[in-house]
């Protein structure tokens, strides 16, 4: 029989012991070993047998063995040193409280969360990086607090069939049996955040806090009695179901989310974020719910609200697709902010016009989250580089007139959590012997280096094995069918290991290519290989479960599945176990679709060396010696062809590189040059790679700029919002009166190196003053189209008026380079609240070509 409701019954500990529910209740637990020792020691068969996670550990062990550690006074030592241990972590300063002016709290807002595989809350990269970023900032102090969703059913859990199909599981979690707790209202009824939706309908919702270190994480769950039965299914799992339940669940993360943090702040008196972090375009009603209360309680019209909260938001984008961006019908955005239905007070156009496509080539039927993003943050950053530029180019149109490059939107590449992804063996080499931490890795004994690889190797192996048997039981295998899997794979050869998403650009099968060839390099005699793969396709994706197949049904073959396993079920324990144990991390994604790619990272301060196509962070920061290069046939339009070339040229790096440098062993049994390598990646990669330099970032060039921003436009009851909105009204209104009538330079006349040309325009401002524009020259080397090629600006000086109206401007140029050079003027806004001159998408360049001159420079 089924049961109609399901909890979970808690232990009650007996008093000796009552710290460790403390230590369980706070997710530092994910990250810091001693404390995972001191839950292994309550029970160490049970540990195993929990996969790790300490809240069953604490549900399941008997009241005997209680009894028994709250006597052992050796273990009561331990417990009352590791909880002390915590709640030194929690309090003690640390780097961010050094800073002069910083925000005061900064509210970070991501759809998913990978925090420990015990909660199932993410799908892939987003989440893991969302995750490290939670318990980078405990480490560092930085004061965010988390929201996102509790999906009731997580994301799924993968299994195969005998077929090698990829079967979806979605065991429900309770989130009584997690590390959670409900947050209450002061008189201890648990806090109700409320949307309403049209129809008299309203989606209700409780708020569970996790404790991420010092980081509040505020998951709000519409599993809740007083909610009908669809608002109940909001939060039923991560992205399922249709366009509008993916709607209500970005308005229940957005708009319910900022309710969330104000009852939060209310309740326990931490200090108003002044900062906002959208962590991609799925948590943009933020910023929309952030209006609404400015228009609500300060008075402000939409336009003044816009402007308070646009400076004190940062929005990160992460999809390097068009196809991959967040969009919804207008219609629907209509239907649930229109009217007084959620809006009351906010005309439904003005949001409307926050997520319209209005570029050349844009679709008027539809509302876009990351546009939106983009025109609700004042600050906005890809995760790479490579896609930052790509990120430029997809959204330029909003900047028309600004050469790519001008298009206001940075880079932060990201980073990962070091303690949650190093091998205990690794980091404690590394403290050990390295001074300097990852920078003094050079100098770390070569043998030491290589003792822990094959200690992690190997144990990676034993997990492998007994994964792939679970595996084969689950397939329909008898025991006795299985006695080859005791012999699968060999903790002393060249570990290769894939694991990831199986959208399409990740080709997945890429490796099946040439099966001859691949076949060849896992069996050879001298130099075998092995490789290990793992990973989820969404359940709608059926091209994604068809490359599955393709790869178990090869890694089934008798011949090689000593050699080839696929391990079900991708999640951050076995992504640990992988990232840990390979010796190669191969990445081959369709260039440059990978917007980042964190799993490389992991790999490498482990000590693995990446094989990867030049995308993501790959393209920023390979350089020659930390791993191979796969070369990338991209801007090649058939696409068929460009897999044979870039998967031959893969075989060919294992083939001819990668296995003969790890098989190229010295006397003493060590593979020199392959660990110099290793040395070389650690010490090169490794203080990049880390999640402080990433935050470090974040908090440098976007957080206190943003907090300050926010600051002078709130101060004065927000005459700052109040006087930037109706300034930007008045200049978009008149640029259409600001002309550059004429350019002309003296000093050209032969021009060589060393000169300097006097640059004179005279520019028409209309009803606009000098102080609300800027007039530059711009000036380089030009292409042959007469293009500027990354252009210096230098602001020209305002030396009068001429009789009639027109402004003259003058500055120099120093010609400082030989070769084809050119120049051009352009007026832009000018105001000290712009985060950049670009931000408002206006520019008046010279209308003839005599504005632009170019010359050829000896
Ligand atoms: C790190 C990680 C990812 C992201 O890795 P990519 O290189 O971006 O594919 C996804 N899933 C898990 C479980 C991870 O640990």
């Known amino acids: ?16 012991l009552r710290p460790l529910e403390e230590l369980v209740l706070n997710l530092r637990w994910s990250w810091h070993h001693e404390t995972l020792d001191l839950f292994r020691a309550v029970d160490p068969e049970l540990w195993e047998a929990v996969r790790h996670d300490p809240v069953k550990l604490l549900g399941e062990v008997s009241p005997d063995r209680l009894a028994a550690l709250a006597a052992d006074r050796k273990f009561l030592r331990r417990l009352r040193h590791d909880a002390e241990d915590l709640r030194d972590y929690l309090t003690a300063p640390r780097w961010y409280q050094s800073l002069a002016d910083a925000p005061a709290a900064i509210a970070y807002f991501s759809p998913e969360y990978g925090i420990t595989a015990a909660l199932p809350q993410y799908s892939g990269g987003l989440g893991i990086l969302a995750g490290d970023h939670l318990k980078t900032a405990s480490d560092m102090g930085v004061p965010i607090v988390g929201v996102g969703l509790l999906y009731r059913h997580g994301y799924f859990s993968q299994s195969l069939s005998r077929e090698g199909w990829q079967l979806e599981h979605y065991p429900p979690i309770d989130p009584n049996g997690l590390p959670l707790t409900p947050l209450r209202e002061p008189g201890g009824s648990p806090v109700r955040v409320t949307i309403n939706l049209p129809e008299g309908r309203h989606l209700n919702a409780q708020v569970w806090v996790a404790q991420v270190g010092r980081v509040p994480l505020l998951l709000l769950d519409s599993d809740v009695e007083d909610n009908d039965p669809a608002a109940r299914d909001v939060t039923d799992r991560l992205y399922g179901g249709g366009t509008d339940h993916r709607l209500l669940q970005e308005m229940l993360l957005g708009v319910g989310g900022v309710r969330a943090i104000r009852a939060y702040c209310r309740i326990t008196g931490h200090p108003a974020p002044e900062v906002f972090h959208t962590n991609e375009g799925h948590a943009g009603f933020l910023g929309f719910e952030r209006i609404r209360e400015l228009i609500a309680e300060a008075g402000l019209s939409f336009d003044e609200a816009l402007e308070a909260i646009r400076a004190g938001t940062v929005f990160t984008t992460h999809t390097p697709v068009p196809a991959g961006i967040d969009r919804f019908p207008r219609e629907l955005i209509h239907k649930y ?3 007084d239905v959620e809006a009351a007070g906010v005309p439904v156009d003005q949001v409307l016009g926050l997520g319209a496509e209005t570029y050349e080539d844009g679709d008027r039927t539809v509302f876009n989250m990351a546009v939106m993003g983009m025109r609700l943050a004042q600050r906005v950053n890809g995760v790479s580089e490579l896609h930052g530029r790509v990120s430029q180019e997809m959204f330029g149109g909003l900047w028309g007139g600004f050469d790519l490059d001008e298009v206001p939107i940075g880079f932060i590449t990201n980073g990962v959590h070091a303690d949650t992804w190093v091998a205990r063996e690794m980091l404690d080499l590394v403290a050990r012997s390295a001074r300097g931490g990852w920078a003094g890795a050079e100098a770390l004994p070569e043998g030491e280096i290589w003792r822990v690889r094959r200690v992690l190797r190997d144990r990676l192996v034993r997990d492998a094995r007994r994964r792939l048997r679970e595996s084969w039981r689950q397939r329909g295998a008898a025991e006795a069918e299985l006695t080859w899997v005791d012999d699968a794979l060999d903790p002393d050869v060249l570990t290769i290991g894939f694991a990831r998403r199986v959208p399409s650009y990740k080709r997945l099968t890429l490796m099946l290519r040439d099966p001859e060839r691949l076949r060849a390099l896992l069996l050879d005699p001298e130099r075998p290989v092995q490789i290990l793969i793992a990973g989820k396709a969404h359940p709608a994706d059926e091209g994604g479960k068809r490359l599955i197949q393709e790869i178990v049904r090869f890694a089934d073959r008798e011949g090689v599945r000593h050699r080839i396993v696929f391990l079900p079920d991708y999640d951050m324990a076995l992504g640990q176990m992988l990232v840990q144990g390979c010796d190669v991390w191969m990445n081959n994604p369709l260039r440059p679709l990978e917007a980042c790619g964190t799993s490389g990272m992991k790999a490498a301060l482990n000590g ?22 796969i070369p990338s046939a991209d801007g090649l339009g058939d696409a068929d062809r460009r897999d044979t070339l870039e998967a031959a040229a893969l075989y060919e790096l294992i083939e001819d590189h990668v296995s ?3 098989y190229d062993r010295d006397s003493s049994g060590l593979p020199r040059r392959w660990l110099e390598m290793v040395k070389h990646t650690l010490a090169s990669l490794g203080p990049k790679v880390v999640s402080t330099r990433m935050l470090r970032d974040y908090t440098e060039t976007l957080y206190a700029p943003a907090g300050r921003a926010a600051r002078v436009m709130a101060a004065d009851s927000y005459a700052g919002a109040r006087a930037l909105a109706e300034w930007k009204q008045r200049v978009a209104k008149s640029w259409p009166g600001v002309v550059v009538d004429h350019v002309e330079t003296s000093g050209a006349e032969s021009p060589e190196v060393g000169a300097r040309l006097t640059v004179q325009a005279l520019v028409q401002l209309g009803d606009l003053s000098p102080d609300d524009a800027a007039v530059e020259v711009a000036y380089g080397r ?10 210096v600006y230098r602001e020209l000086v305002d030396v009068e008026t001429t009789e009639n109206g027109r402004r003259r401007y003058v500055g120099e140029v120093p ?25 408002l998408g206006l520019v008046a360049l010279p209308s003839a070509p005599h504005g632009m001159t170019t010359g050829d420079l000896r």
């Open 782 to 791: 030009v292409d042959e189209s007469d293009t500027l090629v990354e252009p």
């Open 608 to 629: 693995g060396l990446n094989l990867s196509i030049r995308d993501g962070w790959w393209d920023e920061w390979y350089d020659g010696q930390n791993g191979w290069a």
């Open 815 to 839: 010609l400082d380079r030989t070769g084809a050079f050119g120049y051009s003027v352009r007026v832009v806004p000018r105001n000290p609240l712009l985060a950049s001159r670009t931000e």
């Open 1 to 16: 029989m089924k049961a109609i409701r399901r909890f979970t019954v808690r232990t009650v500990l007996p008093e000796p």
């Open 337 to 339: 902010f229109g009217g």
């Open 660 to 662: 003969v440098m790890f």
